[in-house]
């Protein structure tokens, strides 16, 4: 996808953002012992799988956003996927419509590959509805998180 500021493409057409976004996902997401966790998540998008695939937003050569496309974010919910995950604009690029861009990405890539629905899951409310995504309840992200879980149909528009 490109626009005028930014384009997103595979990771693996630009791997050496691979321990950029690596430590993106575990300074957000993570906790103090966990990159060796994020950074085998994001090998596994390097496989030529067809999930998990993490997209990363350039402007130049300047990796400044992260999105996934993943099999299951959930362990407590294995009966939904895939999954949009491990959203992540770099500070000086939030609040220009990246994340749009990025969820928008997701879905047509999902789409393309005849999946007809997808899921995220956010610890926040009033974002996701913004864009369209439909809350579905509430499910805990493992151990013990209560967590939100959205849902959009990738019907043809
Ligand atoms: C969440 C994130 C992807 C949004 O990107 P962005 O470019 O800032 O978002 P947008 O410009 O589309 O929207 C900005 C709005 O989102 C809100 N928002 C962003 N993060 C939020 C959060 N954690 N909780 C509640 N609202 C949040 C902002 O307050 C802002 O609200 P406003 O429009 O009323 O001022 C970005 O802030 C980010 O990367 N955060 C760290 C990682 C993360 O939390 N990812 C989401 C996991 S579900």
Redesign the pocket.
Known sequence: MTTPGWRIVPLDEAPQHAEQVTDWLWQ?FGSENSRAFFASVIHSSLQQADLPQTFVALVGERAVATVGAWRCDLISRQDLFPWLAA???DNPW???????ALQQHVMSWCRARGYRQLH???T?AD?YERFGWRYIGEALEYPDKPVRVYHRSLAAD
Do not use: C, N, P, T
């Open positions: 957000a959203l992540y604009i939030r609040g220009q419509g990246l994340s749009e995220l899951w956010a926040f974002y």
